[in-house]
């Protein structure tokens, strides 16, 4: 079975500043797609980044960006200069085989940027 | 880009009445979309796989008499919950992926749904 774990449950930065959101995964799956979700408080799930586990480079979307280190079964999301519109909960998940089938999410990391 | 759109977007009903959700995907076929069930300050817990022509796939506890799907089109899947109680209140969002291949699970805007 898969499993994703998102130990900050609540993140606090300034306005500007990087700022890494945490996740490790577990599977027996060789082949896996791992994804990073941002939900305001409006609910709507916003697509950031995807991985794929074969993929050779870490991904990167803009400010977005995966830290993906296979061994340590770990998918970080890294925000770069941080804008108050990043204040939101987020969401790492991941699928079987490379591609977006039923995801697992994990529980969730709550950010918010501070002026 | 590819939408799902999801509808209604918010619904009160009496407990004991039963709701309708509806999820589309309105530039692509979906041959497969999935239900989330999310409760208040919780992450999303998938409750079925909805499948064009076939009978649904629920998760393990999930009372499939309860929580009807339908997937009569590669466009459109429904969401039925049943004789609605005040414990059925939640968030409930769809997804619809664009082939068997794809990097982007592509979300409704979900549905919250509150019985009374």
């Known amino acids: 079975a898969q499993k994703i774990t998102q130990t900050q449950p609540g993140m606090f930065v300034q306005e500007k500043e990087a700022v890494t959101l945490d996740c490790t995964y577990d599977t027996s799956d060789p082949s896996y797609g791992l994804f990073w979700y941002k939900q305001p408080s409006s609910g709507e799930m916003i697509f950031l980044i995807y991985q794929g586990s074969y993929d050779q480079q870490n991904a990167t979307e803009g400010r977005y960006s995966l830290n993906f280190q296979k061994a340590r079964k770990s998918a970080n999301l890294v925000i770069s200069a941080s804008q108050l519109g990043d204040s939101a909960m987020y969401f790492c998940?991941?699928?079987?085989?490379?591609?977006?089938?039923?995801?697992?999410f994990g529980q969730g990391t709550r950010l918010t940027i501070n002026p | 880009g590819a939408v799902v759109s999801q509808h209604p977007s918010r619904v009160i009903c009496k407990s004991g009445t039963s709701v309708k959700i509806e999820c589309r995907s309105l530039d692509f076929q979906a041959t497969t979309m999935f239900w989330y069930r999310q409760f208040p300050k919780q992450s999303l817990m998938l409750m079925a796989t909805s499948n064009e022509g076939s009978k649904a796939t629920y998760e393990q506890g999930v009372e499939k008499d309860k929580f009807l799907i339908n997937h009569a089109s590669l466009t459109l899947s429904t969401l039925t919950v049943t004789s609605a109680h005040p414990e059925d209140s939640s968030f409930y969002i769809c997804s619809a992926a664009r082939g068997q291949i794809n990097t982007e699970a592509f979300f409704g805007q979900g549905t919250r749904l509150t019985v009374v």
């Open positions: 998940a991941m699928s079987s085989i490379q591609g977006a089938q039923k995801l697992v």
